[in-house]
């Protein structure tokens, strides 16, 4: 059963344990990963067998090598597109349009009297859980709501290479009253072709010009001579 289903038991807590465990799994986070347990367990806002999940997952960041578990996040959440946790990067790419939607984002949080950091982008996931989290229930599952398609792309990404995160992005979905149901994933180019370099001007779009897709005639203008330095005028 959602949290979100009492109007009186708003998952604070919760929402705010799911979004550490989306962050940097630094060694403070990992230090205090019994104490995120006992929060999840005392807030009782998930499935039992999403508590298990959750617990498998604070027991691996606590207990493996730290540089393993660093290198294993980083590898997972900022080397593809598929599960990367910047929620309009999977609906707006690098479009102008990604632009204009962090700042009608960060106006929403601003609105509510909460303002980021330097460093923090407000499409992060992370960020977006914390804001869901000072948000009264009813307005908190709407605005998951709004982001539970993106939410479940992440999820079968990452549900897909059998890691334990998938039961983070889980929990959010049941707290967005929606069913943790895995959906295709489109497969991510090879890294080598994602940095290859274009060819020469066989590698450049016409799109927008005169004949898309056409050969373009390229005209070359003769410069006109300058006069030399020591010419007079």
Known sequence: MAFFSSPQKPAVHTLRVLA???????????????ELRDALRTEAALPATRLVELDALLVHLSQQPALDV???YVELFDRGRSTALHL?????GDSRDRGPAMIDLIQTYEKAGLFL???????????VLEFASTQP??????????????VRVIFSALAGRQSPYASVL?????????????????PEPEMDESWAEPEVF??????????????QPI??????????????A
């Open 170 to 186: 889980a929990a959010v979905l049941e707290l967005a009253g929606e069913k943790a149901e895995a959906v295709a994933v489109a």
């Open 117 to 127: 950091g330097p460093n923090e982008l407000p499409d992060y996931l992370p960020v």
């Open 88 to 92: 309009f990067e999977h609906v707006l």
């Open 20 to 34: 550490h465990l989306l962050r940097y799994p630094t060694a403070e986070l990992r230090a205090h990963a019994g």
């Open 70 to 72: 660093e290198a294993d």
């Open 137 to 150: 229930p009813p307005q908190a599952r709407e605005f998951m709501g709004e982001i539970a398609h993106i």
């Open 219 to 232: 005209q070359i203008v003769r410069k006109s001579p300058q006069p030399s330095q020591g010419a007079q």
């Open 202 to 215: 066989g590698g450049c779009s016409t799109e927008g010009q005169a004949k898309p897709n056409q050969p």
